[in-house]
């Protein structure tokens, strides 16, 4: 069973440039959360994709966005970068059955370490 | 609002010892309760989950907690510490219907004294 990987590492930006960071789910899993962790902070919710379909989203500018593929991997696109958006990015996959039951247990990767000079 | 509040930032206990995080949460509806455990470079793991049921919950590496709706709390426990266990500890609050929707506390550091 292969479990969620994140690409890349590490990235550096400058202010006012656009990201892309990406995410494998896990095998057989449907769900991507985004979860935003500041450095001392716990992690904030961004959005989740269930089934190619943004699921909710947290409290998060347009200009944070995503996408959701067939094989339910995802990305996760930052345009205009600030230096507040200096983080770690954590994706998070879970197998769900739908959008209104119980929270899913999610999986986490080992996130993508953004720094925006 | 929701919240999580975990009142410790950091604590330290000698390996062997004992271990409580406390973890207070201030939620509207049916709270489903998680703890997750992150060591340094590495992503986030489940350790426990609360649902419903029995309030005392048993997770993986020998911990487990306690749910107690009148405190509002949802305290991480371990009888006997291993020096593996350092690490930050995350507890975080779900509601039905927001299956990706976690709210987490700021996280506890625990350090571990030989």
């Known amino acids: 069973e292969t479990g969620v990987t994140q690409s890349p590492t590490h990235l550096i930006k400058t202010r006012g440039q656009q990201v892309t960071l990406r995410c494998s789910s896990q095998?057989?899993?449907?769900?991507v959360s985004w979860y935003q962790q500041a450095l001392g902070q716990g992690p904030q919710f961004i959005f989740q994709?269930?089934?190619?379909?943004?699921?909710g989203r947290g409290n998060f500018p347009p200009r944070f966005s995503g996408l959701q593929f067939p094989n339910y991997s995802s990305e996760l696109n930052v345009n205009a970068l600030e230096l507040d958006d200096s983080a770690l990015y954590l994706c998070?996959?879970?197998?769900?059955?739908?959008?209104?039951?119980?929270?899913?247990?999610?999986?986490f990767g080992p996130g993508t370490r953004l720094t925006v000079t | 609002a929701q919240s999580v509040t975990q009142p410790d930032i950091h604590i330290t206990v000698s390996e062997g010892a004992s271990l409580e995080l406390r973890c207070n949460y201030s939620?509207?509806?049916?709270?489903?309760l998680f703890w997750y455990v992150q060591s340094p470079g590495q992503g986030l793991q489940l350790l426990l989950k609360?649902?419903?049921?029995?309030?005392l919950v048993q997770g993986i590496k020998g911990f487990e907690a306690e749910f107690k709706r009148s405190q509002s709390s949802f305290n991480l426990r371990k009888p006997s510490v291993h020096w593996s266990d350092a690490a930050e500890y995350f507890c975080?609050?779900?509601?039905?219907?927001?299956?990706?929707?976690?709210?987490f506390g700021k996280g506890t550091k625990l350090s571990v004294k030989p």
């Open positions: 939620y509207g509806a049916t709270p489903y």
């Open positions: 994709y269930y089934r190619e379909e943004e699921n």
């Open positions: 609360y649902f419903s049921g029995d309030t």
């Open positions: 095998s057989g899993h449907n769900t």
């Open positions: 975080a609050v779900g509601a039905r219907g927001s299956q990706g929707n976690l709210i």
């Open positions: 998070a996959s879970s197998l769900a059955s739908g959008t209104g039951g119980l929270p899913y247990e999610q999986y």
